[in-house]
């Protein structure tokens, strides 16, 4: 149980394209989402925290309007990259807490998207 | 605030030698503690966790940790290490007195390669 499904896997686009990365919870609720950025051979770094209904909150020397996050029903929450330039260039993983799921269970995490921006 | 410390980048293991990966941690209050392994271009898969009770926990794949409140320190090992062990082990903490749903923070990583 508890599996969040991420796509895409990879994508290489060119410079200035938009891209979309979905997360979704397949066999749960998932009132919360966190999206994170890991740059080789670094931690997570935690760029947003989305509720579904309401604007996601976005740490601080997150570019909202670079990184726009969706979370419109219990089960899917997007991110979108846009005008995407090679420093952009990361894998982006999220994860995603069960509906009514207290502090001391672990994050579910989808398998992550290498986006690469030539 | 929260912080959590992995001192070793990387942790080179004989095959079948007992491995430890080392965590430590800063919390204002009680912490939750986690750990998490990570595989080429994958997602964090959950290995175990430290709420409360006993001191030593086990988790998936043969992994146990001693939380030592004293050291404060949540370090993982494993008796005798396989070479599919080699991957990316995070630690995480949660601080459970800083009320709400409190964000979790990573540690830097900590690669282990187990050589056959």
């Known amino acids: 149980g508890a599996v969040v499904s991420q796509h895409p896997s990879w994508v290489i686009c060119k410079s200035g394209t938009s891209v979309k990365i979905e997360c979704r919870s397949l066999?749960?609720?998932?009132?919360?989402m966190f999206w994170y950025r890991q740059f080789p051979k670094q931690s997570l770094m935690l760029m947003a925290t989305?509720?579904?209904?309401?604007?996601?909150?976005?740490e601080q020397g997150v570019e909202k309007d670079k990184f726009l996050i969706n979370h419109a029903s219990l089960t899917l929450s997007t991110l979108t990259v846009t005008s995407a330039h090679p420093e952009d260039s990361s894998f982006y993983i999220c994860?995603?807490?069960?509906?009514?799921?207290?502090?001391?269970?672990?994050?579910?995490f989808g398998d992550g998207t290498r986006l690469s921006i030539l | 605030a929260q912080s959590v410390a992995q001192p070793e980048d990387q942790v080179n293991v004989a095959e079948g030698n007992p491995l430890t990966v080392k965590c430590t941690y800063s919390?204002?209050?009680?912490?939750?503690l986690f750990w998490y392994v990570q595989y080429p271009n994958r997602g964090l898969q959950f290995l175990l966790k430290?709420?409360?009770?006993?001191?030593l926990v086990k988790g998936s794949y043969g992994f146990e940790a001693e939380f030592n409140k004293s050291q404060t320190s949540f370090h993982l090992k494993k008796p005798s290490a396989l070479v599919s062990d080699s991957a990316l082990y995070f630690c995480?903490?949660?601080?459970?007195?800083?009320?709400?749903?409190?964000?979790?923070?990573f540690g830097t990583g900590t690669k282990l390669q187990v050589i056959p």
């Open positions: 989305s509720n579904e209904g309401s604007k996601a909150t976005y």
């Open positions: 919390v204002s209050g009680n912490p939750y």
């Open positions: 066999d749960f609720q998932a009132t919360t």
């Open positions: 430290y709420i409360t009770g006993d001191n």
């Open positions: 995480a903490v949660r601080d459970l007195n800083s009320g709400g749903y409190q964000k979790v923070t």
């Open positions: 994860s995603a807490r069960l509906q009514g799921e207290g502090a001391g269970q672990p994050q579910h």
